[in-house]
């Protein structure tokens, strides 16, 4: 589990920035962050948040990425990728982050409900380093999954991850992501996730869905 920041001004903002994480053993508490405008920022205590207009909050207290992919991208990347390193608060193993369904829980020792995959911004594309960074992302399709707080509490590394609540929707992690990058005529089938869906997305799928039934003028 990878909580504690090593913050950083970015190249890009010129704001702080916790985007490389390092591990903690814990105990650590995470907590219903408020909004993005007016809240914490951060679900966990203790970490950054430098750009409080387009991260944190409550659709996105806690960022969640997968050993396995970051596994893959080593062997891509012919690179080193210690936990924490694209900036994920929680670390999973044998976890299926991408093919998580919006709206599903997971119980640790606290309980946090999946909303939506993160989108790589250009504080992320200066961390790594890598020209063309952001279309290889957006081409791996391995974004992993934000999740806001139902219950907090505190965890510690090596707690594990059981699934608590499945929605019977079909619309995952990976669905959500290409429907937001690249496959944009996928954002009508995001709606079947209904309120579950992080409203900003929901309004976006709800105007393409209006748009694709409008009869031809």
Request: glycine share 12%.
């Amino acid at each position: 589990m990878n909580l504690a920041p090593r913050t950083a001004v970015s190249h890009h903002t010129g704001r702080p920035t916790g985007i490389d994480k390092v591990g903690v053993a814990g105990p650590v508490e995470i907590r219903e962050p408020g909004s993005k405008r007016d809240g914490v920022g951060s679900g966990l205590v203790g970490d950054v948040i430098g750009d409080h207009r387009h991260h944190g909050g409550s659709d996105q207290a806690v960022y969640a990425y997968a050993r396995e992919s970051l596994s893959w991208w080593e062997q891509r990347l012919e690179r080193e990728l210690p936990d924490g390193h694209f900036g994920e608060n929680l670390t999973t193993h044998g976890v299926d982050v991408d093919g998580a369904l919006i709206g599903e829980r997971w119980q640790i020792e606290v309980v946090l409900q999946v909303t939506a995959p993160r989108i790589p911004c250009a504080t992320f594309r200066a961390h790594m380093g890598r020209v063309g960074w952001l279309k290889e992302f957006v081409a791996a399709a391995r974004p992993g999954a934000y999740l806001r707080v139902v219950t907090g509490g505190m965890v510690r590394a090596g707690d594990q991850v059981q699934l608590v609540g499945r929605p019977r929707h079909g619309v995952s992690i990976a669905l959500v992501f290409r429907a937001l990058s690249n496959e944009r005529e996928l954002l009508p089938a995001l709606l079947d996730a209904g309120p579950d869906l992080p409203e900003d997305i929901r309004h976006l799928a709800a105007r393409a869905a209006a748009s694709r039934s409008a009869p031809d003028r």
